[in-house]
Structure formats: C-alpha cells, structure tokens
C-alpha cells in the first residue's frame, strides 16, 4: 500500500518545495488559480498541439499514457476508472508534458495506478504525483476549505477526507497525503487511512462514500469515449489514399464507432 514514506516530502523536501512552487506557478498562469477538478481536462482539449483521448480500458493497472508525435502531444486517460483517478492522471501527465525533461527525450510515459506509480520508486513519477497533488490541492486553498468546514486538525475522520475529496475530486489517498503533507495528519493517522482501499465495493473508501454521499460525483465510473481529431485525421488520411477503406473500418470498428453512420454525417455537413 502507498505509505508516507513514498512520497517526496517525506524523502526529498527540497524537491517537494521547488515542485509544490512550480505547482503554484502553473495554477495561476494556466488555472486563474481557482479550484480545478475536472476543468483540467477541458484545459488538456484546449491546449496548443495536445489532443486529449478517453476510452475505457477493463486493465486498472493503467491510468493513462501520453507520447509526443510530430510536436504534438496525444494524452490517453482510461474512463473505466472514477472520475477522480482521471483527474488525477490528467494532472500527472501535465507535469510530464510541461516539465519533464526525460518526456521531452524519451517521447512518451505510462502512468499506472495511483499505487505502483508510488511504489516503482522511480523519482520522476514521485515528482509527477507530487505536481499533481499539488496543483489540484493547493496548501492555501485547503486551508481554507478546512475553515470553511469547521474541521479539527486534531480530529479528522474518514468521512471529514471524503468532504475535501468532494471539494478538490482527487482520491481518497491523494487526499490524505495532501494532509500530512499541510501538517493536519500525523503520520500514524495519516498511514491508517493510507491502509483503507479506495476502490473495493465492498470495504474501505467506497461503502463510505455510498453511506454519506461525500465525493460520490467523482468517485462514478463512466466509460465515456473520446477520440479527439483522431477520427478526423483517419479520415483525411484515407481521402488522400494513405488508408485503405478496410483499414478505416477496421479501425473504426476498434474504436466502436459506426463508420457508415460517421460518412453519412459528414455528408450532411
């Protein structure tokens, strides 16, 4: 399980310091510094030379991937996993495409589940993790969510988490890490917490936020698809003779999109 002792402000606090900085940066230059949640994703579709893709993966070992191609960056999230994994793995692979120099070399990244990325013990992925974390759960911003729910540093219990998660829709363990990171859980409380699984229906995270309804928006699994202008691309290509026909529908019928309804569109427009 994901203990304290794997993140960078428990093993490189002068990391964690310039990383949460560059954090603060981005939320203000790119954010408006305001609360983000899922507006992440509509920055992603909205940002020069990035294409944001969405289709469900049945494998959750696999949050998201992103590769560069001809100066273009193509990022992949899984909608089988809730919203908040999403969220957060969008948040992870902006780090890697606006700060990683290794990205920028290597072309692209695979980002697992919240877990193995904490657990491979590679160093870039921490700092991924701690961008993401940061940037979606500013210091300053869950300070003042604490006051404004009137919670005790002293006394936060599982279901106080699930309100910040409703405020800020990162995981339940992102979440928790945020707090002993800002000081509000020891890390004896924050380890018990860390050891509640976030995904099971039946114990830890889940049955609690059924019970209470705190998070339940972003904690929903909707296995939404989409594919960008990839569908557009494939279809210049094939008007241009790069593709053949079966190779559209072979594709198109990958990516379960029915192709004669797609050309029929096309020629209404």
Not at 205 to 222: E, I, Q, S, Y
């Amino acid at each position: 399980m994901i203990g304290v002792t794997d993140t960078l402000y428990f093993s490189h606090r002068e990391e964690y310091k310039r990383v949460e900085r560059l954090a603060f940066q981005d939320l203000n230059i790119h954010f408006r510094g305001q609360t983000i949640r899922d507006d992440i994703l509509r920055i992603l579709r909205n940002r020069s030379n990035t294409h944001l893709i969405r289709f469900p993966i049945e494998d959750v070992s696999i949050s998201a991937f992103t590769m560069r191609r001809k100066s273009k960056d193509y990022v992949y999230l899984n909608t089988w996993l809730p919203l908040d994994m999403q969220i957060f793995a969008a948040a992870h692979e902006w780090y890697h495409i606006c700060h990683d120099a290794e990205y920028q070399r290597q072309k692209n990244d695979l980002v697992e589940n919240l877990q193995q990325t904490y657990d491979n013990g590679i160093l870039r992925e921490k700092i991924a993790n701690c961008f993401a974390a940061c940037l979606l759960v500013p210091s300053h911003q869950l300070h003042k969510e604490l006051l404004a729910l009137e919670l005790d540093k002293d006394k936060i219990r599982a279901r106080d988490v699930l309100k910040l998660m409703d405020a800020f829709a990162v995981p339940f363990h992102a979440m928790v890490l945020r707090l002993y990171e800002n000081g509000f859980l020891k890390p004896e409380q924050a380890e018990e917490f860390l050891a509640l699984p976030e995904n099971d229906p039946n114990s830890g995270v889940l049955p609690l936020v059924k019970k209470t309804g705190h998070a339940k928006r972003w904690k929903r699994v909707d296995p939404e698809v989409e594919y960008s202008c990839l569908v557009d691309l494939l279809l210049q290509n094939f008007e241009r003779n790069f593709v053949s026909y079966d190779g559209v529908e072979k594709v198109f019928k990958e990516l379960n999109v029915p192709l004669e309804d797609y050309l029929k569109l096309e020629e209404d427009l």
